[in-house]
DNA sequence: TAGTGGTCTAGACCACATC
DNA sequence: ATGTGGTCTAGACCACTAT
């Protein structure tokens, strides 16, 4: 089958309130309307216009009408959406993103990444240290644990690309829920040393799991990343 | 009208797992058989589903079923979640949080606050400082900016108990969407005073604005939390 | 009063996973 | 072949907002 219509109809909105067809702080047609110009149920287009919502490109006001989210005033292009799967590339207008293998091994885990990654002690693991530049400047350093059983074959190849676009087409997982949580540390010897952070600097961490949609769980990973080149964002809607 | 009916079905599915009729990693029954049971059509079930699916306490595998998600291996008792209005005490099992006024007053805004606020220069604000305290110990420092016109009356009993409970429940206030972002940065000087940090001590910032479901912004703020006491979280789902 | 989005239903068909 | 969740429809009623 092909796309679902609701994901169809979210871009074709999307499209407009991009070149501008619905201006920031115009109302959009009316759910009824929309519906019937392009040839859906009203319920199709509220699903659209949901995801339109939780994504920040509309609000709508029960009575009133649908609207065009202005633009938010304290984002910043630094800012990264700690929400979706996507790669760091696609989501950040930043083009010179390279990526430098530092370390690759595989191995048994200790008892923390049998613990986060659901694994007996004898079940080997990948261990990958990666360091992201920007411009040949570093942004972060990437610590990876992945269970080799789901994952037959991982080389520096895809080690240089991206590991989440090799694992979602090439081996055809299904990414399902990821639990990340952010903190500020100091730096570390390491993060001196590949970040070219200074002794005092802070580091801002993001440590996560992420399962696949059969609930099995697929990398524990934690990033270090330099306190001034980067901050994560989140966009809340009240959207259940 | 009453609370909407998958909120209802909702709150007793989240009941049924929380008290252990539905076991970590059983399937749930299916939603059909759920819609009979509890009197409504499929549907509201998906519909409450789809909501505990997002907040964590189910995932879904089209084909097979929907099950109990297990416990979260990283979690820890001092993470936070980004996502929700909900106030801290209700969030955290923390009970003993008491708040210091540091400082309150009545301003006219700089630009940087105008900007944030959608304001001219000549609307007066809040300018409000707040000290958050865990069994005494600080846990972050809270800067608070919100417009006197929409909120004509605002004094110390308020500020000493919760900011967010007074705009909902007593002016009827609702919220829209908020734009938060964390980063990490170095203590300054009222870090080191309030908040018993080092000087070398790196601070985790969340800086947000906050709009109310009409499009008007109605907070500019930012804490800055110990970074030995708070993490922040994210669960994250596929959910569109 | 009119118009908006929110909810809900019954029924249908589809894609996917398992047996 | 069967059972699961995902999508979609047409129609209905509700709550909220503005005039």
Redesign the pocket.
């Given at each position: 089958?092909a796309e679902?219509?609701?994901l169809q109809i979210a871009r074709i909105i999307k499209k407009r309130i991009q070149d501008g067809t619905y201006q920031s702080k115009d109302?959009?047609p009316?759910?009824?309307?929309l519906a019937q110009e392009l040839?859906?149920?009203?319920?199709?287009v509220?699903?659209a216009?949901?995801g339109l919502e939780r994504k920040g490109f509309v609000y709508?006001?029960?009575?009133?009408?649908?609207f065009v989210l202005g633009t938010i005033p304290i984002h910043e292009k630094k800012d990264i959406p700690t929400t979706g799967f996507i790669s760091l590339q696609d989501e950040l207008e930043r083009k010179d993103i390279t990526n430098q293998v530092i370390h690759f091994s595989i191995e048994f885990p200790n008892e923390k990444i049998q613990k986060n990654l659901q694994i007996k002690n004898n079940d080997p693991i990948y261990n990958i240290l990666r360091l992201r530049l920007e411009n040949d400047e570093p942004l972060y350093l990437e610590h990876i644990y992945m269970p080799i059983s789901l994952i037959p074959h991982l080389d520096y190849t895809i080690l240089n690309n991206s590991i989440s676009d090799y694992l979602r087409d090439t081996l055809n997982l299904k990414f399902g829920i990821a639990y990340r949580k952010i903190r500020a540390t100091k730096a570390k010897k390491t993060d001196q040393n590949f970040l070219k952070a200074k002794e005092n600097d802070p580091i801002l961490e993001l440590e996560q799991v992420v399962w696949l949609s059969n609930g099995e769980p697929i990398e524990y990973s934690y990033k270090r990343n330099r306190f001034d080149l980067l901050n994560y964002s989140i966009l809340e809607t009240d959207n259940?």
């Open positions: 089958m679902a219509k609701y109302p959009l009316d759910q009824e309307a040839g859906v149920s009203r319920l199709t509220k699903k216009l949901d709508k006001q029960s009575g009133l009408g649908t259940y």
